[in-house]
């Protein structure tokens, strides 16, 4: 079946640290990979996605490379900011289904 | 701009009363789903739309149900509220192009006293 793992959180940065959140992925087929970033209070948005392997989806300093050979799709940021502190969801949407499967999330707090 | 929109924001509610959540989109789509929240958990799938007076079951729909009368509209249904049933609910939408993103509404925190 299809299934996303997560890096397990609390991760705890300080500013300007680089982050790295790791997210692997189980799928039949070649499915798009999401971001989402939850900001307290507030519902989930997209942060970045990327549709087909060695694509790279960026947004505000975020990255990540869809890597089909390790089944990863790690998100990547070279300097944090405290408005950074979010949760973090890495999902994956199968081919030809309309339903997404989300990690459990990875909640990143960024320390002045 | 994706607009999806959950009517209440923070809900308290007795055990054993009948509770709506409602949750209305901007963009017609044809894809509709509600999640719940909770620590430790990430998101389940209660239940999913996928086009008018369409459902399907999610992982988790005991003691859900929900109702698509029209196509912006999607409602969740907590027939008799149970403390267990005390959790943030999330309504989303997305188009039916396979890799579209999902939008999410604001969420709604529910307590169920």
């Known amino acids: 079946g299809n299934s996303v793992t997560q890096m397990e959180g609390p991760v705890t940065l300080s500013e300007e640290a680089f982050l790295t959140i790791n997210c692997t992925y189980t799928?039949?087929?070649?499915?798009?990979l999401f971001w989402y970033v939850q900001y307290p209070g507030e519902g989930l948005q997209l942060l970045l996605k990327?549709?087909?392997?060695?694509d790279k989806g960026s947004n505000k300093g975020f990255e990540a490379t869809y890597r089909k050979e390790t089944t990863s799709f790690h998100l990547e940021k070279g300097s944090v900011q405290v408005s950074d502190s979010a949760v973090y969801f890495c999902?994956?949407?199968?081919?030809?289904?309309?339903?997404?499967?989300f990690g459990q999330g990875t909640r990143l707090t960024i320390n002045p | 701009d994706v607009k999806v929109t959950q009517s209440s924001r923070y809900l308290v509610k007795r055990t054993g009363e009948k509770v709506f959540l409602e949750c209305v989109q901007d963009?017609?789509?044809?894809?509709m789903f509600w999640y719940r929240q909770d620590p430790g958990l990430g998101l389940r799938l209660i239940y999913f739309?996928?086009?008018?007076?369409?459902?399907e079951k999610g992982d988790i729909p005991e003691g859900y149900s929900v109702s698509r009368e029209k196509k912006e509209r999607f409602s969740l249904i907590l027939e008799s509220a149970s403390t267990n049933q005390t959790s943030m609910y999330l309504c989303a939408t997305k188009g039916t192009v396979s890799g579209n993103t999902i939008y999410f509404g604001e969420g709604s925190w529910l307590t169920v006293v």
């Open positions: 963009m017609d789509h044809e894809n």
């Open positions: 799928a039949t087929g070649y499915p798009s």
């Open positions: 999902a994956l949407g199968p081919k030809g289904a309309q339903k997404l499967v």
């Open positions: 739309s996928y086009d008018v007076k369409m459902k």
């Open positions: 990327a549709t087909k392997a060695d």
